[in-house]
């Protein structure tokens, strides 16, 4: 199984800007979907962004669009989520995830394994 492990959350202010990494360790896979999901206090987990591994092919949350960009870097093992002009309504604990396959997945229930998360709070 893989092991993911988020980092780069943290405190800005509306308009600002972060990118989150995810690192994987353990047994990867060449055919991989990668995601970023997010959830805040009181609201189930959403999906945010996704790509494949290999091909690199992407796919975004409405919400999103145009503000958020999702890429990997496969030598290092590490997908990114560039974050920018971030609003108060980005806040929440973001989970990277992964699955074994050929194509993007939008889908909880589609990943099965996961990182422990990384708060990103955006202010006034």
């Known amino acids: 199984q893989v092991q993911l492990k988020e980092s780069g959350g943290g405190l800005v202010q509306t308009g600002g800007s972060l990118r989150l990494s995810c690192a994987a360790s353990?047994?990867?896979?060449?055919?991989?979907?990668l995601g970023w999901f997010r959830q805040a206090p009181g609201k189930e987990r959403e999906f945010v962004a996704t790509?494949?591994?290999?091909?690199?092919?992407?796919y975004y949350a409405d919400s999103v669009k145009g503000r958020f960009t999702i890429s990997r870097d496969n030598a290092k093992n590490t997908v990114y989520l560039q974050m920018n002009s971030l609003k108060p309504e980005d806040t929440a604990a973001y989970y990277c995830a992964a699955v074994n396959s050929l194509s993007v997945k939008l889908r909880l229930a589609d990943y099965d394994a996961w990182g422990q998360g990384t708060q990103v709070t955006v202010s006034s």
């Open positions: 353990g047994r990867t896979f060449s055919n991989m979907a």
């Open positions: 790509i494949n591994w290999n091909g690199g092919s992407t």
